[in-house]
Nanobody, 125 residues
Framework: QLQLVESGGGLAQPGESLRLSCVGS????????MGWFRQAPGKEREGVAC????????IYEDSVKGRFTISRDNAKNTVYLQMNGLKPEDTAVYYC??????????????????WGQGTQVTVSS
């Protein structure tokens, strides 16, 4: 059974950077499309970035384009989210997720069958 554990969240000031990590266990992530999502208080969970199993294809939500970068190291069974130029509106709980059926890059939460427990990111001065 695939388990995902996120880390790397914390408190950052506007303009600073954080790198989130998501480590998988139980199943190799090589063939899984992976996504990062976030959920702010009172808001729906939204997709932030998604990456193909090989790492050659990515998509980003418009508000993070040019600031966030998703990457993966399949040898380490790990997916990353590098977040630069953080803004207060980036404050949320961030989740990584794995598509367990299908491979298309997407932000549809229903297409992802395995989720981590989330890591809090707070951006405030």
């Amino acid at each position: 059974q695939l388990q995902l554990v996120e880390s790397g969240g914390g408190l950052a000031q506007p303009g600073e950077s954080l790198r989130l990590s998501c480590v998988g266990s139980g199943v190799a992530l090589d063939y899984h499309t992976m996504g990062w999502f976030r959920q702010a208080p009172g808001k729906e969970r939204e997709g932030v970035a998604c990456i193909s199993g090989s790492g050659t294809s990515t998509i980003y939500e418009d508000s993070v384009k040019g600031r966030f970068t998703i990457s993966r190291d399949n040898a380490k069974n790990t997916v990353y989210l590098q977040m630069n130029g953080l803004k207060p509106e980036d404050t949320a709980v961030y989740y990584c997720a794995a598509r367990t059926v299908g491979f298309r890059l997407t932000f549809q939460t229903s297409d992802f069958g395995s989720w981590g427990q989330g890591t809090q990111v707070t951006v405030s001065s």
